[in-house]
């Protein structure tokens, strides 16, 4: 199987780290429902995980329907990613649940950019996850309900978010090095004229980098808001 | 919320019993995914992991459509299942699979029992689970294809086959001291007439049981079979 000549290449990476990235949110999902205080949180759990998984298949079969092979696609963000999850353990529900949130939102971001440059049927696909909202509500209104309950939980978890953040920017950093062409896609379409293609491996995609993770970190506070949390 | 007249109180246990069942194996899938040796073997035991956790969404709703609490009606089996889960922790994916092979067949037949005696609606959504039959098909292929390779394997996974069984029926044994209604419900429909409310604490309870666990073991030995294992 090889590539259509019509498939942007940055738009396949896309595709494979948001594939491994609800691979991971499965996975972890699932495992942290150890945490889950009752029986009734662990079905709740089980349900987003297996939501997750959903999305993944979706952007798998995507891949394979456009001559990709999906593990292909997927490899590159397999470490990053798997690093980033080892890295922001939870260690309690809460915080099981503020990590939902952050990175459900930070993947959104991605669908977003994916359904901006992608070809119509792939842009369906994403904007048919994109409206799977329900769930991000009830872990932001969970959240908002255990703060208001204790307001001293308000700091940590701010903390805690924050952490996740820079975790986050710190494997996208490594990963814009690896693959220029990816940060210079993430990076267009913010206040600054595109580089895609212009200098693959210099200043450009640096430049192009830092306004991808302003752009994250402004989303990311607006979301912080949403749980009751300060950035 | 109370339970209508007709619901045979029978049913129920067995539909909370396989509602948790679904929900551990869920979360086993999930958790072995660390055994699956490629990136293609983690998204299928995704998948897998998946249907479990549909399925276990199917009876949780159809519990409370009978005015039942999900989380009560599973409560009983919390135990007794989670004990056979770690008293069996596969330690290669090759008895990963096997165990969900022989897990899956084993709530096949108490599926198939809660067919026979609940309400029409109910039996249509059993039916539905049981339809899908695909997984268990690819499991055993998996299964024969590793023997094929190497037919030592074929021992050592029949004794773990076995011992899996052996660990289940002593969980039934405790379950059927503390729900003698149910171990009449599943002992019934076998050679020898049924026994339900006969007498509920007594021997012919016991006999009852006694014809399960034969019932049991002689299905057993056909699912052996179709993975190329001996009983």
Chains 1, 2 share one sequence.
Do not use: C
């Not at 079969?61 to 292909?72: A, I, K, Q, S, T």
């Not at 607006?222 to 749980?227: I, K, N, Q, T």
Request: hydrophobic share 45%; aromatic share 6%.
């Amino acid at each position: 199987m090889t590539k259509g000549p019509s498939v942007n290449p940055g738009v396949i990476d896309l595709l494979g780290l948001l594939a491994y990235a609800e691979l991971g949110s499965f996975f972890r999902l699932a495992g942290d429902a150890v945490l889950a205080p009752t029986l009734r949180g662990k079905g709740r759990l089980a349900a987003l995980a297996a939501t997750e998984q959903a999305h993944h298949q979706v952007l798998h079969d995507r891949l394979e329907e456009l001559g990709v092979d999906p593990e292909e696609a997927m490899a590159p963000f397999v470490e990053p990613l798997d690093a980033w999850q080892a890295r922001t353990e939870p260690k309690t529900w809460l915080e099981s649940l503020v990590k939902t949130y952050v990175a459900d939102g930070i993947a959104g971001d991605f669908y977003r950019r994916v359904a901006e440059l992608a070809d119509d049927e792939t842009r369906i696909l994403v904007e048919g996850v994109l409206a799977e909202t329900g769930r991000a509500e009830f872990v932001a209104e969970t959240v908002r309900e255990a703060l208001a309950e204790d307001p001293v939980l308000a700091g940590r978890l701010s903390l805690w978010a924050r952490r996740l953040v820079g975790e986050a920017l710190g494997q996208a950093q490594a990963v814009a090095v690896q693959r220029p062409r990816l940060a210079a896609l993430l990076g267009e379409g913010s206040d600054r004229p595109g580089t895609e293609g212009a200098d693959a491996t210099g200043l450009g995609d640096l430049a192009a980098v830092s306004r991808m993770f302003a752009s994250l970190t402004d989303r990311h506070a607006a979301r912080l808001e949403a749980m009751g949390l300060t950035a």
